[in-house]
T-cell receptor
Framework: QKEVEQNSGPLSVPEGAIASLNCTYSDRGSQSFFWYRQYSGKSPELIMSIYSNGDKEDGRFTAQLNKASQYVSLLIRDSQPSDSATYLC????????????FGKGTSLLVTP | GAVVSQHPSWVICKSGTSVKIECRSL??????MFWYRQFPKQSLMLMATSNEGSKATYEQGVEKDKFLINHASLTLSTLTVTSAHPEDSSFYIC???????????FGPGTRLTVL
C-alpha cells in the first residue's frame, strides 16, 4: 500500500463550480497534512496545512481532515481556470524529522 | 511566505561529470532542508534530509556517495550529483523548513539533463 494515495484524475470542473480533491494516507501516526499546488514544470506551492480533525478554511480553499478514516480533502470553491494544476497531498513521515511523503497528485482542469 | 532559491535553475552536462545544486533560504534560517527528485508524471520522492552541521540522512535506495549533500550554514544546502548519468536526469527540488511556522517552503527546482 502506498503511503499517500490520490486519484490521478484528470478532474474536470466548470468555472465557478466546487472542485473536490481527496487523499488517503496509511500511517495512523501522521500529524501534519498539507496541500500543495504544482503547475507544470514548476515546484510545489503551499496552499494549506491542517493538523486537527475538522475543517480549515482559507479564502476559496477548505481543507478537511478525518484522522479516524485517514482521509484528507481539499475543496476549491468558485473554481477558476487559473486553478488548473496538479494538487499534491503531503503527509509528514513518521520518525523522519519533518520530511514529507507526497501523493502522486490529482490533475485539476477548470474549463471556462 | 518565506523564499527559497535554487541555483542553477537548469543545467545540461555530459555523462560522467559532477553537478552542484545550491539551495538557499533567503529570509529565514533553516536547520533542516530536504532534497526531492521528481521524474515526469511522478510525484516528489524524498532523497535526503539535510541537517545543518551534521551528516545528511538518506532515504532507502539513494546512494549517499553519488548524491553528496552539505549543509554548512543555516541558509545553504548543496547537492552534488557525482559522475552523473542519463538516468539521473530529473527535476531536483529542495525545501527548507521554517521552524517558526512549521512549514516547508520549496525552491523553484533545478532541471538536470545528462547527455
Amino acid at each position: 500500500q502506498k503511503e499517500v494515495e490520490q486519484n490521478s484524475g484528470p478532474l474536470s470542473v466548470p468555472e465557478g463550480a466546487i472542485a473536490s480533491l481527496n487523499c488517503t494516507y496509511s500511517d495512523r501516526g501522521s500529524q501534519s497534512f498539507f496541500w500543495y499546488r504544482q503547475y507544470s514544470g514548476k515546484s510545489p506551492e503551499l496552499i494549506m496545512s491542517i493538523y486537527s480533525n475538522g475543517d480549515k478554511e482559507d479564502g476559496r480553499f477548505t481543507a478537511q481532515l478525518n484522522k479516524a478514516s485517514q482521509y484528507v480533502s481539499l475543496l476549491i470553491r468558485d473554481s477558476q481556470p487559473s486553478d488548473s494544476a496538479t494538487y499534491l497531498c503531503a503527509v509528514n513521515k513518521i520518525n523522519s524529522g519533518y520530511a514529507l511523503n507526497f501523493g502522486k497528485g490529482t490533475s485539476l482542469l477548470v474549463t471556462p | 511566505g518565506a523564499v527559497v532559491s535554487q541555483h542553477p535553475s537548469w543545467v545540461i552536462c555530459k555523462s560522467g561529470t559532477s553537478v552542484k545544486i545550491e539551495c538557499r533560504s533567503l529570509d529565514f534560517q533553516a536547520t533542516t532542508m530536504f532534497w526531492y527528485r521528481q521524474f515526469p508524471k511522478q510525484s516528489l520522492m524524498l532523497m535526503a534530509t539535510s541537517n545543518e552541521g551534521s551528516k545528511a540522512t538518506y532515504e532507502q535506495g539513494v546512494e549517499k556517495d553519488k548524491f553528496l549533500i552539505n549543509h554548512a550554514s543555516l541558509t545553504l544546502s548543496t547537492l552534488t550529483v557525482t559522475s552523473a548519468h542519463p538516468e539521473d536526469s530529473s527535476f531536483y527540488i529542495c525545501s527548507a523548513r521554517d521552524t517558526g511556522t512549521d512549514t516547508q517552503y520549496f525552491g523553484p527546482g533545478t532541471r538536470l539533463t545528462v547527455l
